[in-house]
């Protein structure tokens, strides 16, 4: 039989009752925390957890339903929020037990093979890629950095007074324009406390990415989100990163730094769709925590 008919083709329609393999992340063979992770807790829908290994790599995965994670019915799941919630809660939880003792390179949510054997191969024909990956990630967390700008925070600048009775039109005028100024005020503050905030995070860090900033439901924190980043951050410097980004904002009213994680580096284990994938696999790439939840640790953190 030929290598194409022993590999069914990612675009080859599964029949519902089939299985598919889910990968969470994937660590080096020889870590504990891996098999740890697998012993101790249950995957998207409560499922068994695995190590599928190979060539001194091992992935995390379970199985789930084809008829729910191949292409439609993955996208019916995760246009519902809290089916998209659940997935990603489970998700999340799987990875972070795993990176709490090991380095692990998240997979970002939904990735999905069509079996075991494609996990495998994907292991063994990006060994190199993977292990470069991995040593660039010992020692270091994710740490989120958040600048807000809250006009509701400021008081409202003193305007000259103005009889009502005599101009209730100059009179708000004035307010709107004392208003507005404030507002100016509070923003150009603002990037200049984001502008302070990079320098003194790259400082402490060994690697930057700019995530699109929160808005509406994905920015529940009071305010309006105007930077959101993450960086690379070495184990030991996480105190003084902190430290050195909370004293940022603190001569800005209105203006709030607010510093996340530390996190395991979803931010920072990012590779070409070539480096992850391979033909024979079936993925459906909703840029879950770009577009639907906004950052690296997203709206379940």
Known sequence: MSAESQSRRAEEPLDAGEEMSYVYALGRGDEPALRDAVARLAGVDGRALRLVESAGLAAVVSSV???????QGLRAQLEDMTRLEAIARAHHAVVDAA????????MRLATVYLDDARVAGMLTARRDRFLELLARLDGHVELGVKVYADVGAVTPPKTEAVAVAESPG???????????????????????????AVRAAESLSRARVVHRPQQGGLAPA?????ANEAYLVPTGDVGRFTTALDA??????????????????????????????GEDHRYEDHRYEEERYGTEEGAVR
Not at 99 to 106: N, R
């Open 65 to 71: 339903p084809s008829g729910a994670f191949g292409e």
């Open 99 to 106: 990176f709490t003792g090991a380095t692990v390179l998240p």
């Open 222 to 226: 009071r305010g309006e989100n105007l």
């Open 248 to 277: 940022t904002a603190r001569a800005a009213p209105g203006v709030r730094v607010e510093v996340t994680g530390p996190w395991a580096p979803y931010s920072f284990a990012t590779v070409t769709e070539e480096d992850w994938y």
């Open 170 to 196: 100059r009179a708000y005028l004035q307010r709107r324009r004392a208003q507005r100024r404030g507002t100016r005020d509070l923003y150009r503050a603002a990037a200049g406390v984001a502008e302070e």
